[in-house]
């Protein structure tokens, strides 16, 4: 999938903390969610499909990727 990610806005969580790497989350068109990496802006990104995306998000939040 190619998606245009000029114009994207994108944005850190708030609690991320400034003097964190982190990833980024931009929402783009179609519903679509990219991630990036904070100190890589111009590197690869991830695009998720909605499905895919809300997938993701539950998974986190029900603690699928706690260690």
Same mark, same amino acid.
């Given at each position: 999938m190619n998606v245009d990610?000029?114009?994207a806005q994108w944005f850190k969580s708030s609690r991320s903390d400034a003097t964190k790497e982190c #990833?980024?989350?931009?929402f783009?068109? /179609?519903d679509h #969610?990219? #991630?990036? /990496?904070s100190k890589n802006p111009t590197g690869p990104a991830l695009v998720f499909a909605p499905g895919a995306?809300?997938?993701f998000t539950a998974a986190?939040?029900?603690?699928?990727f706690n260690r």
């Open positions: 990610l000029s114009g #990833v980024e989350v931009a783009l068109n /179609d #969610v990219g #991630v990036r /990496d995306w809300d997938t986190v939040i029900a603690g699928g």
